[in-house]
């Protein structure tokens, strides 16, 4: 099965554990690529078939087994096999589509995430990236190839690392703080959008910024969807009772969840300004109208009493005496004037003018 | 009792556990089916008597009835006078309008749900399905034929089925997984015609689409109200005391738990989506608003005081010199036009054309 | 103490346990009601004095005494001495305007709540109810005459009715139950009000139905009120350590607890519709107000210029060579005519017309 | 240091238990007046001397200290000094702008609340109230003459007050009981206040009437924030460790939590109502804007093409045969009249008039 | 590393721990001042090399070291190393976007918190302030010169000040009591803009109104987002099970807690006030659209008529005979006097004028 966009409501009636791909049509081949180290050594490699990866399991290092592409459900299907992977966590890892969460089976630990990266636009698109957390090894899995972990990757290769000698915990936690890192980055870009909207709809409120308030409002949806739930999933990590997490490990999770935190916050943040930025837009377009309609009135009050004198001295009757008086003409024009004036001192007074 | 409308208020001051049907108008007859399952064999039948249960109580094997239409009272009354159920287990199953909700009886477990499904027109509607789960066997009662369930009924008449020798507890669990599976295609449906309105705001906002936006408004209360609960049914059956339910078939009720939340979260999506929808709506009609007033004092506001200049020189005053004047005419003309282009010079600088 | 409204204030600076009558004047004498009934019998009375309740106290049955207005102070006072009622139990009774409560104090338990009813226009309006429950007696306190508790009545005068062997709590929670039953006539009631708003609202928006917006919001913030606390009431009695509520009527109150859930339920999504209405409404106005500013958009847009153009060949000037032109008028219609159907067409490109 | 208006940054910088007064210009001396009692006798005096109270502290009987005025610090500080009372609890009495809350010192209890009057306008102003429970004494602390505590004075002097053998707790409760029932004056003036807005919004809703809603929703914050953390007080009193609440006491606790529980349920429905009177004001001005537009609309949409029509005859062509025909004029009427009466009808079937 | 605006998400893929200021440029130098008591004695020092500070660990006095300036990197990291600190706290030091926040480690108690000013145009800025508290010591970091310590300086100076014998756990209270009563000034200042604004919505909404609500609404969110997280802050040094902090000064503790309740009480107060600004400027602004569109309507619908009746009369027909009437003029003339006073009573009617 191999490409087609698949839709959740496509699982409907499958038992439990049915491996089928829910996601975006991904062109390009499945990659896996395998880090293994210890605190001597590094070897890096690029596994052509999945069943190779049977010689990774229940190595005396750490093995990072990084894979890249899940259309392939077969992959998904032989890796599950070689590390004793439950059908639920590989059916999850399959639909990207999960909301992020930690799960706590005995062997090994399940955490789904969004990895979220700017558009060349400034919009905002995520990828879901699963781990899996053995005794020795660290299996991701992505959507597309791409990804924000080549500074750990870069770490790993400094034989001075000090984490070099930590375990697999410390490992997946440098994953997701790579991760987490990634976050600022997006929700900077996206601050500077709500900022330039922010001025704009005082400033200039076209129709054009009612459909970027809009926008900015259905990205933050979307943002706060990702990253809410990290909280959750990483306070679990913190504190889960598996021994696949050590102690020292813990206080660098603290640090993690400290960052997420931090983003939320932020997030929180811009929906507390985008929650006034249409009331600000409508009382900024009503202020937009009510000069509009200033100046009609204006123009139209003074001009219509006028032309109503004027209809009147060019009314037909025969006995009109005013129209043959020699000075009636400069007289109309002078009585034009005074109303004028008296208008344009009553809206004066109403501060129109 | 057969087929009217009845509403929950005509209960009223009837003692606890009677047995009245609160629901639509349902035609047709109360149908039961019976599937009957061990490891080795499968025996399904439809049985014709409420009756002929009686056979199926106390079995060395899984047995699952469902029965279809609970308008026969007595059908009810005699099932559950048959598998001993509470009188109050009973009262609600034909009390259509239940709260989602989970209770444990000691000997069952009574769940109550809602299926929900999309009529033609994209809108939505629901059905209320009970399950009584014992010991060895499950009941299923729903309102009207048609179920979400098939998937199921095809799994089990597979021979290699692993759940086959699994208890009735399992068989819960999959019909539960099958009816959150339904929610799925629902909700997708829902978010297409939520983006097809949340588009037609912005490009044209007529009364059609305030319309649909109270619409999408609430289905959407009601729907969050059918689905919201379900996580606390589920989590209350993964949680549960009792036996009933083995601790192979929590881990299962871990996954649909999951999904239900998915849904809620993608509700709550929809949720915040439509919040926004009537101001956005409110400012894009003033913004069509203001476009007409921009014009009318555009055009009115031109042309009112050249109307004027014109009623001046069609007075009848019998001294007016400039009208003899062999210039007179293109000079006033002119007049007319240079107050024009100030007027538009003046809406430009405003930035209105 | 007869009859006066008297307000809450009122009461300030009085010691606890005061007894003043806090309510709307209420004509009429206060009755007292007494059913007292064993397995085998049922007694009925009336009983004029209150002193002659001293004969129900410490029976060897069940006895339920029904007291009807609460202006007659002395009445309530010498049934708490018989009984041994606290003196903050007698003030509470008395106090109409009080939160539905339960509190346990140790030889009784004291429920307040509001019994609810509609009247004829529809409206909600509602009645203090009070229960006291002792070890083998139940009294109820009402304000006016008339309550839901017929069909209680009804049912223990039946010999064969099961509870008849229950003690005391069942007929309390026999009572909690008709009266909760009760909301469920409101409610649909007041659901067909909203459904006939909301469709107004669309349909017809006029100031009478801003009216009626505003009544269904108060009467949904009174019913609220009233319905919310009861939940806490409920499962307070379903809780409580005290040994007059025995485990089976515990069962029965998980019951009347579900219905309360399931009124609450309605009432907020009745409150969720009615939270947008106002905003639909404005909308609803802002789109009929821009369908009028259309018309005379279109009107004054096109025989404003052509008036304009009227006005100068009505100038009277010498030198205006077209006035002589054998075709100057017809010349001058189409002239007109030209321009009314390039604004037509402008009109009808902006979907105008 | 007496006497000036004294803000709380003012403070800023001073080590804790600086004794600042915090507060409203205070005119008039600080004044003391002391009651003690006994089951046998009781006697009530003024002391000018904040040293003589020195002679209260340790006595065989319960001894209320009332102290109005805060500005003269150094009346507080012998006080403490006499009492022992801490100097954080000090610093507190002196701090006006106090939230109320309960604080557990070992020897000593300390409450601080707000005291709530209604102005002749109808607004709502308040007064921090302390008191310091000691074992057999209790310090009231004001900030003006004049409280709500005459009621409790009057009953202390009634000889056959039962309370008279109870101890300073049960004091405590009796003046925060006063005080708690002063609210239900003020929140009642505030009901009928914003009745009285509520009924104008739809009837007559002019600017002033948008000035008189602005007013009761700051007074509506004012007065929650005075009111809310009441609840938390006196449960603070109900629950606490300490041995000067007896168990008797507790139980009369509970009933005036009942009450500040009420009052927040009245103020909780207030701020429902004036939640929804803003959009209400804006949806009844809106209604009136269509009113006045229906109006212009309709006189300027029929008279503008008649005034057309009769430009068009006032055109000064030489060539215009209909001018010279006998009917033209009664023509050109009946034209301007068919062309209003279609206009007229066009409006009838809009329903505009 | 010295001066350039680094943002946070330049961090991005770094390892934790790593020391990258993220923050302002800031000009000069950073300064190192030093203060250690005795209740005998008292040394204040300026310390040129961050490499001297060894000489003040582990003395039998108190210490308090006051580092302004962040962006010299090798100061944070030498000062670390001497103290012992953990990466983790030298990384967040550096990052001035951290959230308020207090974190136990075995050997010191971390604590980050944000100093509020009042700029001169009353806007608000703020400076993120770190604590490390050691056994006999305090740590703090500031980002630029000044700030509100002066008067616990002034108090460290007094010989006679109590507190010099007590530990460093007093020192840093009185430093973060400092700092919270500095949040005094600020919200008092706040809060007189708040007012002004709010009378000026209803007086005189011009846009620049407008501005201000959007100003006040934003330094609202920056506030809020400083102080809340204070609350947990403050909370969790006063609960910690540290040794450093003693019991005395927990006391302290939770008298500085409440400071911070009050501070964001009073914020509370003022966001409420804020979110109903935006409404209220609406309404008010529709206010005065109304009383334009009405000026505009009276003049035009009086005098449209008129001109269509001037217009009539100004038609060219022949045989228009009241043209010819002696008495047509004056009658005309009253025609139209006519029907403006039949519009003028119309209008006053509906109370337009
Ligand atoms: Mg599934
Ligand atoms: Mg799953
Ligand atoms: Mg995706
Ligand atoms: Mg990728
Ligand atoms: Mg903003
Ligand atoms: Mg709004
Ligand atoms: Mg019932
Ligand atoms: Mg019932
Ligand atoms: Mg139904
Ligand atoms: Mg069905
Ligand atoms: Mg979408
Ligand atoms: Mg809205
Ligand atoms: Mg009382
Ligand atoms: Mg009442
Ligand atoms: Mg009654
Ligand atoms: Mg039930
Ligand atoms: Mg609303
Ligand atoms: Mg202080
Ligand atoms: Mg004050
Ligand atoms: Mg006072
Ligand atoms: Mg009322
Ligand atoms: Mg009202
Ligand atoms: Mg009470
Ligand atoms: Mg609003
Ligand atoms: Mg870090
Ligand atoms: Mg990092
Ligand atoms: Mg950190
Ligand atoms: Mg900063
Ligand atoms: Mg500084
Ligand atoms: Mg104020
Ligand atoms: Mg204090």
Redesign the interface.
Known sequence: MTGAVV???Q??????GSLVYVGDEAAGKTTIEVIEYTPERIDETSVQDAGDLAAYHGRDAVVWINITGLHEVGVIEKTGEIFGL?P?IL??ILNT???P?M?DYDETIYVVMKMIGSLEDGRVADEQISLVIGDRYVISFQERPGD?F???RG?IRLPKWRARRLGADYLAY?LI??LV??Y??VI?RFGERIEAV?DQI?ADPD?ET??S??EL??EL??LR?SVWPMREVIAGLERTDSTLVTQQTR??L???Y?HT??VI?TLE?YR??AA?M?????????????E??????I???I??????I???????????P????????PT??AL?AGVALVLLIYFRR?R?I
Do not use: C
Request: avoid cysteine.
């Open positions: 839709r959740r409501s699982k409907a009636g499958l038992p439990p439950h639920l059916e999850d589509e999960q909301r969460k799960e924000v080549d500074p750990v770490r440098a703080d790579a890192d990634g600022f980055h900077e922010d005082i129709p009612l459909r308030i809009r409002r259905r949806i979307f969807k206080l660098y603290r640090d993690v400290d935190v931090q916050d943040t507390d300004m006034g249409l009331d600000i837009y409508l009382s900024s377009a009503s202020n937009r109208m009510n509009v309609m200033k100046v009609l009135t123009i139209a009050t001009f219509i009493p006028l032309s109503f004027a209809g009147v001295f060019g009314m037909n009757f025969r006995n009109m005013e129209l043959e008086w020699g000075y009636g003409y109309s024009l034009m109403k129109w």
